[in-house]
C-alpha cells in the first residue's frame, strides 16, 4: 500500500497532466493486465500517446475545482487516461491529436473512450470523431486569412459546421498549448507516474 506521500505525488503529477495537455481522453478497461498495458503503451508511444492508469480517487482530486472538473465522473470503475507526449510535433493541432488518439484506441479492444476535454471544452465519445476530422491548425489559420478578405456572406457561410464549443476551443491561441505541452518536458510529470505505473495495473480504486 502507498504512503500519504507518494500518493500526494501522484495526485499532483496527475494534477498537472489534467492542466498542462491540451487534449484529455478517459477510457474504461475491460482488462487491465500487465501484458496488456505494457502492449498497449509501447503502441501508443509509436503515435506520441502517453497512456496512464491513475487511481480514480487521485484523479478526482487532481481535478477538484479546476477548468476540468466535469472529467470526475468519468472515473469509475478500471480507466486510463491518455494524452499527447510533450515532444509531439503536433502538440498544437488538436484535429491530429484526436485521430491519432482514436487510430490508437480503435486498435486496443480493451479500452472504450469515455468522454474527455479538448483545452476547458467537454468532449463526449461522439464528439472525437468529428474533431479529428476538423481542419488542422495550419489549414485554420489559412481560413482566417481568407476570410479577412471575403464577403461578410461567405465568411459566415465557411465558418458553419464545426461546435462552436469545439470551434472556439481550436481558436485558442496555439503557442500556449505548445508552452504547456513543453513543460512536460522536465520529467518530473512522467517520473512521479512512471514509478507508479506497474502497481497501479492492477485492478484500480
Known amino acids: 500500500m502507498k504512503s500519504r506521500a507518494e500518493r500526494h505525488a501522484i495526485m499532483l503529477a496527475a494534477k498537472q497532466l489534467f492542466a498542462e495537455s491540451p487534449l484529455v481522453a478517459v477510457a474504461a478497461l475491460s482488462r487491465g493486465d500487465v501484458q496488456t498495458m505494457t502492449k498497449a503503451r509501447r503502441e501508443f508511444r509509436q503515435r506520441s500517446l502517453r497512456l496512464r492508469k491513475i487511481p480514480n480517487s487521485l484523479c478526482a482530486k487532481a481535478l477538484e475545482g479546476s477548468d476540468r472538473n466535469f472529467l470526475r465522473g468519468l472515473f469509475v470503475g478500471q480507466t486510463i487516461v491518455v494524452y499527447p507526449e510533450a515532444d509531439s510535433v503536433e502538440d498544437d493541432d488538436p484535429p491530429a491529436l484526436a485521430k491519432r488518439l482514436l487510430e490508437s484506441l480503435g486498435e486496443t479492444?480493451?479500452?472504450?473512450?469515455?468522454?474527455?476535454?479538448?483545452?476547458?471544452?467537454?468532449?463526449?465519445?461522439?464528439?472525437?470523431?468529428?474533431?479529428?476530422?476538423?481542419?488542422?491548425?495550419?489549414?485554420?489559420?489559412?481560413?482566417?486569412?481568407?476570410?479577412?478578405?471575403?464577403?461578410?456572406?461567405?465568411?459566415?457561410?465557411?465558418?458553419?459546421?464545426?461546435?462552436?464549443?469545439?470551434?472556439?476551443?481550436?481558436?485558442?491561441?496555439?503557442?500556449?498549448l505548445g508552452r504547456a505541452l513543453a513543460a512536460h518536458k522536465d520529467k518530473n510529470l512522467d517520473d512521479n507516474l512512471d514509478d507508479n505505473e506497474r502497481t497501479n495495473d492492477a485492478p484500480g480504486e
Request: no cysteine; aromatic share 4%; hydrophobic share 45%.
Open 109 to 176: 479492444p480493451t479500452f472504450h473512450l469515455m468522454g474527455g476535454a479538448l483545452n476547458t471544452v467537454p468532449l463526449y465519445p461522439e464528439d472525437f470523431i468529428p474533431l479529428s476530422k476538423m481542419p488542422g491548425s495550419d489549414e485554420l489559420r489559412a481560413q482566417v486569412a481568407r476570410a479577412i478578405k471575403t464577403p461578410l456572406a461567405r465568411t459566415a457561410t465557411m465558418l458553419k459546421g464545426p461546435s462552436r464549443a469545439v470551434a472556439n476551443a481550436l481558436a485558442a491561441p496555439t503557442r500556449k
